[in-house]
T-cell receptor, first 112, second 112 residues
Framework: DAGVTQSPTHLIKTRGQHVTLRCSPISGHKSVSWYQQVLGQGPQFIFQYYEKEERGRGNFPDRFSARQFPNYSSELNVNALLLGDSALYLC???????????FGSGTRLTVV | EDQVTQSPEALRLQEGESSSLNCSYTVSGLRGLFWYRQDPGKGPEFLFTLYSAGEEKEKERLKATLTKKESFLHITAPKPEDSATYLCAVQARTGTASKLTFGTGTRLQVTL
């Protein structure tokens, strides 16, 4: 069975640019969450989507946005990139709202 | 606000030397406490979910326990392949978002 897949695996962007990260959940999972993990820290919650609706948002600026598609895949968009946005971005899926989470391998974003 | 504190930050053990990792938490109604293992540059790998005080779960050399204020991850006779960062996270019962609040992790190194 395919796990949670994220693309791309690595990305280098320049300050001020825009980035789109993609996530495909495990088949049958309807909930997708996004997390940011800065080196040496635990993951921080950014968004959760369930059945294509936003269920929650963490303490991140409006430069961060996301959406979930009818096939339950998801995109995370970040505008006007800052150096501090450099991190590992993780996607997690779960079979129903609030149950166990499976994480993808992440997208390593470097902003220069 | 939900909080998770993990200790120690780093732990170095010799192969076969058993020890415990601590996770202290405050949460507005615990829905679940999660343990994950994370290898460098990878996404967190699910280990256990604990739901109520007194619950215990085991997997190979790992055993997780839960009280009303903390959780322990006991590692019995560790091997070098157990070297990783171990993350603890809580999920609150309240709110519409099913988010995980993570600690900063314990970096475990097991040497021969």
């Amino acid at each position: 069975d395919a796990g949670v897949t994220q693309s791309p695996t690595h990305l280098i962007k320049t300050r001020g640019q825009h980035v789109t990260l993609r996530c495909s959940p495990i088949s049958g999972h309807k909930s997708v969450s996004w997390y940011q993990q800065v080196l040496g820290q635990g993951p921080q919650f950014i968004f959760q989507y369930y059945e294509k609706e936003e269920r929650g948002r963490g303490n991140f600026p409006d430069r961060f946005s996301a959406r979930q598609f009818p096939n339950y895949s998801s995109e995370l968009n970040v505008n006007a990139l800052l150096l501090g946005d450099s991190a590992l971005y993780l996607c997690a899926s779960s079979p129903r709202d609030g149950s166990g989470y499976t994480f993808g391998s992440g997208t390593r974003l470097t902003v220069v | 606000e939900d909080q998770v504190t993990q200790s120690p930050e780093a732990l170095r053990l010799q192969e076969g030397e058993s020890s415990s990792l601590n996770c202290s938490y405050t949460v507005s109604g615990l829905r679940g406490l999660f343990w994950y293992r994370q290898d460098p540059g990878k996404g967190p790998e699910f280990l256990f979910t604990l739901y109520s005080a007194g619950e215990e779960k085991e997997k190979e050399r790992l055993k997780a326990t839960l009280t009303k204020k903390e959780s322990f991850l006991h590692i019995t006779a560790p091997k070098p392949e157990d070297s990783a960062t171990y993350l603890c996270a809580v999920q609150a019962r309240t709110g519409t978002a099913s988010k995980l609040t993570f600690g900063t992790g314990t970096r475990l190194q097991v040497t021969l």
